[in-house]
């Protein structure tokens, strides 16, 4: 079955940083662009950040540019994403998603940026 | 950044009735036009890719269409199930953007 869980969220303090990780299974992990988009509480969808198969090619919304960092470790079926700075707006749910046009999603991780 | 807006924000149907919901791009993005269905509390769904393309599992009663700047995504006889917030999503340019959905009620 093809499968994607994050983890890593929590309430973390504002100025704060998280470490998201996205375990991937049921499928070659390395032969997909892989991506990171949130939903804040009762809010729509916001793309955050790609990355290509072999980590060649990464992209950031400005939102999050400078302060997030995407990575991959193909060969642990990995995905992160590292959370510098975090702010109260970045309190969302984030999703790890496969692919271009999105084909699968996680069940998503909660983080909540919060004094 | 390419803009994506949906007509209506909220719809309020009626089982077996037919649903409309546009995606109007704020500049050509070819066929570049994906659906997502989201029921409440659980992740999105694929439903359509490249504008028409039916995502493999999806009921045929969904349907896309559309090139350019105007985009449809048709449900054909509404099911209790079709209850849900359905977003289009572009992946033509950077930053990818998504509308910001369209809630759909069941009566």
């Known amino acids: 079955e093809v499968q994607l869980v994050e983890s890593g969220g929590g309430l973390v303090k504002p100025g704060g940083s998280l470490r998201l990780s996205c375990a991937a299974s049921?499928?070659?992990?390395?032969?997909?662009?892989m991506n990171w988009v949130r939903q804040a509480p009762g809010k729509g969808l916001e793309w955050v950040s790609s990355?290509?198969?072999?980590?060649?090619?990464?992209y950031y919304a400005d939102s999050v540019k400078g302060r997030f960092t995407i990575s991959r470790d193909n060969a642990k079926n990995s995905l992160y994403l590292q959370m510098n700075s975090l702010r109260a707006e970045d309190t969302a749910v984030y999703y790890c998603a496969r692919d271009t046009p999105v084909d699968v999603w996680g069940q998503g991780t909660t983080v909540t940026v919060s004094s | 950044e390419i803009v994506l807006t949906q007509s209506p924000d909220f719809q309020s149907v009626t089982p077996k009735e037919k649903v409309t919901i546009t995606c109007r791009a704020s500049?050509?993005?070819?066929?570049?036009l994906h659906w997502y269905q989201q029921k409440p509390d659980q992740s999105p769904k694929l439903l359509i890719k490249y504008a028409s393309q039916s995502f493999s599992g999806v009921p045929s009663r969904f349907s896309g269409s559309g090139s350019g700047t105007d985009f449809t995504l048709t449900i054909n006889s509404l099911e209790a199930e079709d209850a849900a917030t359905y977003y289009c999503?572009?992946?033509?340019?950077?930053?990818?953007?998504f509308g910001q959905g369209t809630k759909v009620e069941i009566k």
């Open positions: 500049q050509s993005i070819g066929s570049s």
């Open positions: 999503h572009q992946s033509s340019s950077l930053p990818r953007t």
């Open positions: 049921g499928f070659t992990f390395s032969s997909y662009s």
């Open positions: 990355i290509s198969s072999s980590s060649s090619y990464i």
